[in-house]
């Protein structure tokens, strides 16, 4: 599985699919204090994304991988993402 | 033409066809969900596919199709008769192109402007107001492209950047490489994820992209996440082109702006100077004003590395200037406007910017241009002179200082680069102590021996040894780092590796159902089927032998045991693999009903086509031989036979005319009617015009019946194109018809009665490959007749042969039958008279007949292979066919025989 939820943190790794936004979606949604962990994240479908970015969970450890330098950016609510 | 190119276009035009199948059925019983489903996704086929290959105009054209489809499909577009024929007309273009990139004659350019047009044509029934707009920008776009691309932003592209973020033009321009920059703003559909569309890795995937941001509103708990609901706007450089192949799939959800990178920095220029002029540098200004690149590469790049930016609110803009002065290539464009002298307010100037006569500021800014920033200076250089010396310090500013200070840093620094930098630090200090001692030129004499050449590069090659006993100590370190890391990785990898294990089974689950396989393909299939059985053939002769020569009668029954098995299965074989050659007859007839459809609108008349037993199978070759002949005959009926409406109105039939195709199988053949309720031939007239045509005799003239006198239609030279309008009936080329028809094994009849229709009769055999012949004997010689003729097989006394006249008569159950001696056709020796003649009945269209043989023989399948070379001229013998034992089988063309025989 691409996610794992755990008690607290939802561990995402690798490419997430689209069907994982759904159950994402419905776990962050049970309890407000719920987190994230995208560490080994690597890529996601846009559907995930958007819950992520719709969501805004807290965010255990921030992607790895440095092609979501933009995710990090856009959830710490930067609205414009410059590619370096 | 690759291969690939081949099955695109093959499985294309199966597309092609069912979607104007699908959409004429619409057009005659109005639109059904599933029907529109189905040629929207005939559309959708070949627009992917056409993406594997460089034809944007077909792509695109397919792709407005497909859009206006769905926008019917979600009932947003009410279908219309013109929607209709709009596609079809689409369609028809595809179907053009095609054969153009068949035959490798594309021309793209050719196709650009067709395809905008239809493609602006069909996306105006999606939206007729956006789709002006929308073609209204494109035409923007190519004019601007041609003529004005290089000028300046327009207005609402300075807005849309302006909206993107603060300084965002500044900051493209930054990081601006080619010639053209493009602002897109992308919004999916809400139902994009269903499509399989990813609309943010799309964005992330732009050529060229600099920038983006993705707007995101709050999700309810209760939200469908899987209705997209992403914005997304991006900036970045590109080519049109690029851009919009890349963006090609999503054509209707984004609109995008092209601007050149020198109509973005004439633009900038104004914010550049302001925010020079805030930059108290002295040496940037003067290099700028100078125009010496480098120069203020240089110090720019160190103000950037220098100086810190915590303070004030144009703190962004500054740093941007200077990043942006650090990496220029040009600067002409900041001299290129002249600066206003009169004071405008910040309105005015941004207006200005467009007309780019003058570049203004406000007033502030523009008395420090003029007394700080000096970036006009080549036109002005005395100004500069003043300026200098008007130049009140004599003493290290503070700035300066710092300045100064940051130079030592830098020059000590790891990111130090001698070549780039040396000459603006040296420059730097040099502009600095310059200005403050007035002995400019020892000063910088001085300077300049003091850091020869030759000083800089045993500085260089220092700090290169010292770089790389650095790197490599680095290396060492990070390797240690590193190979407790790659554990983790590998440990963290190898968890979702197993998880990800289902994924490519997952894609693997649309299994192929069909299979495609080349013609040719089955068609060697075929021909060794076809060995085989004439090789199984051989058994039965060898089983005689046994018999006879190795007098084992148990061996050959072995033999014959073993045919039978072979024989079985050689049969199941030959039929499953003329089962694979087989297609319904649909394949061919489904082109007609828009045949049909066009052709009573281009003349007016009003025909309704029933086909019936479109499931009749077909071997494919024979049906694709059968298609031309068919569209002939349909051509003609619609063209000659049904009469228009007021005619028909008048006469007392429906209005609407009636063609039926129709498809009945009869045992190994398929009968296949094309009948007509029009006005008929009339036989006279056609007996008539074969005598002026010198087709028949005089006498023939007068004793020639009706029935036979329509067959003379197709009898060559009968027709030509001028008889059609005064025959009022057919005519055009039905001997190329009929030549066709044979050609293919079959028979064309036709039946007509005046006023009330035609009917075309074709019976042909459902397979060509194999043949069941008959086989005799005549003159120790053994001959084949196709078993369709026979009719049958008779053994009479010679006496009961009688003659009447010049020709031989055989009356069976009270039927006179004319005989024909083979013997005699075939120019052998007449036999010895004997009590009792075999006599094999044929039937042919002009009636029974009785060959006259020696011996019959077992009926045969052959494969008939047809004459060629020397033996091409002999038309008495329709082809010949390999025994058993090895020899020749020559198979007998009856009518040509007849013919002779009397």
Redo the contacts between chains.
């Keep these: 599985m691409p996610i794992a939820f755990k008690k607290k943190v939802a561990v995402m790794t690798g490419h997430c699919e689209i069907e994982e936004a759904e159950s994402l979606f419905t776990w962050l949604n049970e309890e407000a204090s719920r987190q994230v962990n995208l560490k080994a994240l690597t890529s996601a479908h846009t559907a995930v994304y958007q819950v992520l970015l719709a969501k805004k969970p807290k965010v255990s450890v921030w992607p790895e991988s440095e092609n979501l330098f933009w995710l990090i950016k856009i959830m710490n609510n930067k609205s414009n993402v410059w590619c370096e | 033409m690759s291969e690939l190119l081949d099955v695109f276009i093959g499985e294309s035009r199966e597309n092609l066809e069912s979607a104007s199948q699908e959409l004429l059925e619409i057009q005659s019983s109005g639109p059904a969900p599933e029907r529109v489903d189905k040629i929207f996704r005939d559309l959708h086929t070949i627009k992917g596919s056409s993406d594997l290959f460089d034809i944007k105009p077909l792509t695109r054209l397919a792709h407005a199709a497909e859009d206006l489809l769905d926008s019917v499909r979600a009932n947003e577009v009410s279908f219309s008769n013109d929607i209709g024929d709009l596609l079809l007309e689409a369609l028809d273009q595809i179907s053009i192109w095609f054969d153009e990139l068949e035959v490798g004659s594309q021309d793209l350019e050719q196709w650009q402007p067709i395809s905008v047009n239809l493609g602006a044509q069909l996306r105006h029934f999606i939206d007729p107001d956006a789709s002006c707009g929308s073609s209204n920008e494109n035409e923007a776009v190519s004019s601007k492209e041609s003529s004005s691309v290089n000028q300046n932003l327009t207005d609402t592209q300075r807005e849309l950047l302006a909206d993107?973020?603060e300084n965002?033009d500044l900051?493209l321009l930054c990081?601006t490489y080619g010639p053209y920059c493009y602002l897109i703003q992308y919004t999916?559909d809400e139902g994009c994820?269903f499509r399989g569309?990813?609309?943010?890795?799309v964005a992330?995937t732009l050529p060229g992209?600099?920038?983006?941001?993705?707007a995101?509103?709050?999700?309810d708990?209760d939200?469908d996440?899987?209705n997209?609901?992403?914005r997304i706007k991006a900036i970045g450089c590109a080519d049109e082109d690029v851009i919009k192949q890349h963006m090609a799939y999503y054509e209707g959800q984004y609109t995008v702006t092209f601007f050149s990178s020198q109509a973005l920095s004439a633009s900038c220029a104004s914010k550049i100077r302001e925010n020079i002029a805030q930059i108290p540098d002295e040496t940037l200004t003067d290099a700028i004003a100078d125009n010496n690149l480098e120069q203020v590469n240089s110090s720019a790049g160190l103000l950037l590395a220098s100086q810190d930016f915590s303070d004030a609110d144009c703190d962004d803009a500054k740093r941007v200037t200077l990043q942006f002065l650090s990496t220029a290539s040009e600067l002409d464009f900041l001299s290129r406007a002249e600066p206003s002298s009169h004071a405008e307010t910040a309105e005015s100037a941004s207006q200005s910017i467009s007309n780019e006569a003058f570049v203004g500021t406000d007033d502030k800014a523009s008395v420090n241009v003029l007394s700080n920033a000096d970036e006009d200076a080549p036109l002005k250089s005395n100004v500069k002179l003043a300026d200098i010396s008007a130049r009140p310090e004599k003493i290290l500013a503070p700035h300066e200082k710092a300045i100064l200070t940051q130079q030592l840093t830098l020059l000590n620094s790891d990111n130090y680069k001698t070549e780039l930098m040396f000459p603006s630090i040296a420059g730097l200090v040099g502009n600095m102590l310059g200005e403050t001692f007035s002995d400019e030129d020892t000063l910088a004499v001085a300077i300049c021996n003091a850091l020869d050449d030759e000083t800089i590069n045993e500085q260089a090659d220092e700090i290169h040894k010292q770089q790389s006993t650095e790197e490599a100590s680095a290396e060492t370190t990070q390797q240690t780092n590193t190979s407790p890391s790659t554990a983790d990785f590998s440990e963290?990898n190898t968890?979702?590796g197993r998880?990800?294990s289902p994924q490519p089974i997952k894609a693997e689950r649309q299994a192929v159902k069909m299979l495609k396989v080349d013609q040719t393909k089955i068609d060697y299939l075929m021909d060794i089927v076809g060995e085989l059985t004439v090789a199984k053939n051989s058994l039965p002769y060898l089983a005689k032998q046994a018999e006879e020569e190795g007098g084992s009668r148990k061996l050959s029954k072995q033999i014959k045991a073993h045919f039978s098995i072979v024989n079985r299965l050689t049969e199941s074989l030959q039929s499953a693999v003329l089962q694979i050659r087989m297609v319904p007859v649909s394949h061919v007839f489904q082109r007609y009903p828009r045949l049909i459809r066009d052709l009573a609108r281009k003349l007016d008349k009003k025909i309704e086509l029933c086909m019936q037993g479109e499931d009749t199978e077909f071997d494919k070759n024979l049906i694709e031989s059968l298609s031309e002949p068919l569209i002939h005959l349909l051509r003609n009926s619609i063209d000659h036979g049904i009469e228009s409406p007021e005619e028909r109105i008048e006469k007392g039939k429906p209005e609407t005319g009636r063609i039926d195709l129709i498809a009945t199988p009869l045992d190994d053949s398929v009968i296949i009617e094309i009948r007509d309720d029009g006005k008929g031939i009339d036989p006279n007239k056609i007996k008539l015009l074969a005598f002026q045509k010198g087709v028949i005799t005089e006498s023939q003239l007068e004793s020639i019946d009706d029935n036979e006198a329509l067959q003379l239609i197709f009898a060559a030279g009968f027709s030509t194109s001028e008889q059609v309008s005064d025959l009022s009936g057919r005519g055009v080329g039905m001997d190329a018809v009929k030549t066709m028809v044979s050609q293919a094994g079959g028979t064309i009849e036709m039946y007509s009665e005046v006023g009330v229709g035609t009917t075309f009769k074709l019976l042909l055999p459902q397979t060509m490959s194999v043949n069941r012949v008959m086989m005799f004997e005549v003159s120790d010689q053994m001959f084949g007749v196709g078993m369709d003729a026979v009719v049958e097989t008779v053994k009479v006394p010679t006496s009961d042969i009688q003659r009447i006249r010049n020709e031989h008569i055989l009356v069976i159950r009270e039927k006179l039958i004319p005989v024909c001696n083979l013997r005699e056709a075939l120019g052998f020796e007449q036999d010895v008279d004997r009590e009792e003649q075999s006599i094999l009945v044929v039937s042919t269209p002009q009636g029974e007949f009785g060959l006259i043989i020696d011996k019959f023989h077992e009926g045969i399948d052959v494969i008939q292979k047809p004459l060629e070379g020397v033996l091409a001229g002999y038309a008495h013998f329709s082809g010949t066919a390999l025994l058993g034992d090895g020899r020749v089988l020559l198979i007998i063309n009856v009518q040509e025989v007849l013919a002779k025989c009397r």
């Design positions: 993107f973020s965002a900051k990081q999916p994820f569309e990813d609309p943010v890795n992330l992209l600099k920038a983006f941001n993705i995101m509103p709050e999700l708990h939200a996440i899987y997209c609901m992403t963290i968890v979702p998880g990800d």
